[in-house]
């Protein structure tokens, strides 16, 4: 049965996240301009298998922000608030885009709460986006701005959306020593460069590398079966029968 919760956290923001399912924890965590419901479909199936948390990360969902500057700095520890007050342990932590970015800071504050990793389309910094997406981004970025002084759903996304332009420091030694299982993966045709995400595989000790052809950024909507497949088997730690896995 799906339960719902409402964290206040140091700052008054107000976190809010669903729990479903028994089993090995796991948190799922959105994109920039998205919410717990982008991985709706993954959740159907998922929460069969495993004791799901599924965030609405801060400024986004029905999660509030009391910052007025999002950072994942504050988001990691909005994170660790939760796994917390759920008294969780050891987690397996499966994040999208911005959300693939937060949970590999927060593997690198709170390394001895990883149990595994999933970073589905992670990216250190601007330039690891491919020249369209970056020039897409930065009209949003304007636009937003704009009209934002007239429209305060508009200012809220440019608020959470300069998360696009922040870089995350690579804590290498960290990484290197974090040996738990770790899966990386990104579309053929992701915004993300895919050299980057080469490189982030070989940081780890016990990382592999997915490649999925015909797809881009939307993995897990293009192809919703498969990419719940990929992390079920993952988990379970079965072999993947997939020939573009490194």
């Known amino acids: 049965m799906k339960k719902i919760h409402h964290l206040t956290v140091k700052d008054g923001s107000c976190l809010y996240y669903e729990t479903m399912g028994k089993g090995q924890p796991l948190i799922l965590l959105h994109g920039n301009g998205g919410s717990s419901h982008f991985f709706a479909s993954q959740v159907k199936t998922l929460k069969k298998y495993y004791h799901l948390i599924v965030v609405d990360c801060r400024g986004r969902g ?88 007239f429209i305060p759903e508009m200012r809220r996304r440019h608020h959470y959306f300069q998360l696009a332009f922040a870089e995350i420091p690579l804590q290498e030694k960290v990484l290197q020593n974090l040996n738990v299982p770790v899966l990386i993966m990104v579309g053929e045709n992701d915004i993300v460069d895919i050299e980057f995400s080469r490189k982030l595989c070989s940081l780890f000790p016990n990382a592999l590398l997915l490649v999925e052809p015909l797809v881009g950024h939307m993995f897990a909507r293009q192809k919703p079966t498969q990419y719940t497949n990929y992390i079920i088997n993952f988990l379970e730690n079965k072999a993947f029968q997939h020939r573009n896995v490194k």
């Open 62 to 149: 029905h999660s509030s922000d009391c910052s007025h500057h999002i950072t994942y700095d504050l988001m990691v520890e909005d994170l660790e608030a939760i796994i917390r007050h759920e008294n969780l342990g050891k987690v397996n932590l499966l994040g999208f885009s911005d959300g693939a970015n937060l949970a590999l800071c927060y593997a690198q504050k709170y390394p001895h709460r990883i149990h595994s990793l999933i970073l589905n389309a992670a990216n250190r910094r601007f330039s690891d986006l491919t020249k369209e997406a970056q020039e897409r981004f930065r009209t949003f970025s304007f636009v937003t701005k704009k009209l934002g002084q």
